[in-house]
């Protein structure tokens, strides 16, 4: 597919739909609905492609839950919505993006993600539910640092672009 990707903030309803992937994968889930977190979904014309959040730390973020549907992996999707979540982190003010893996760490490597020690991330980020609990104490810790331009997917093929213009829920 080259049509053009657009990006959405999630609805409430379609909580449930992103839960039930992400416990597909074995992904922390149980506080999507909680206070702080912020999701987005990706679609292309044929639809969906997957999902991405944020929680804001101030100038920090924690990226969480970016899935692909299955059938729709290995074409770039994934790159794709990291980094439509990365453009919305920085129309957030954010700075830098913290994340935990437990067996994506070779993805986020490849597009410009790099290993980071839990004890590196700002306290409000460890205090968060995933660093805190709900991701094993083996999951890798990754960063990237958003003052440099977002690797851009779209750039690579204008045709895929992602709008960056929608605004993120509140
Ligand atoms: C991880 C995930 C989002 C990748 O999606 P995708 O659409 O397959 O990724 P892309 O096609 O954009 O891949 C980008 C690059 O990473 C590579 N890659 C993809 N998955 C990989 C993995 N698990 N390990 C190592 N490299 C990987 C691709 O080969 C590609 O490299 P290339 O550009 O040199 O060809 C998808 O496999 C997924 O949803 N997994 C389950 C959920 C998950 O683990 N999410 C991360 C939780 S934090």
């Known amino acids: 597919m080259t049509g053009p990707r657009t990006v959405t903030p999630l609805a409430k309803p ?15 889930n149980q506080d999507i609905a909680d206070a ?8 292309d014309p044929d639809g969906l492609l997957g999902y991405g959040g944020l929680e804001v730390y101030e100038r920090d973020g924690l990226l969480r839950s970016v899935v ?12 794709a919505v990291v980094d439509a979540i990365s453009r919305e982190a920085v129309a957030l ?9 437990i067996g994506a760490a070779g993805f986020f490597e490849r597009i410009g993600f790099g290993r980071a020690e839990r004890s590196e991330a700002p306290p409000d980020v460890r205090a968060s539910a995933q660093f ?13 640092d958003l003052a440099s331009p977002v690797v851009e997917t779209a750039a690579r093929d204008a045709a895929t672009a992602i709008p960056s213009e929608i605004a993120p829920v509140r």
């Open 14 to 28: 379609e909580l449930p739909a992103l839960a039930a992937l992400l416990a597909m994968e074995g992904l922390p």
């Open 93 to 101: 003010g954010l700075e830098r993006l913290w994340l935990l893996t």
């Open 68 to 79: 692909v549907l299955p059938e729709r992996r290995r074409r770039g999707n994934g790159h």
């Open 36 to 43: 702080g977190r912020r999701f987005w979904r990706v679609d």
């Open 132 to 144: 805190a609990g709900l991701c094993p104490g083996s999951a890798v810790c990754l960063r990237r």
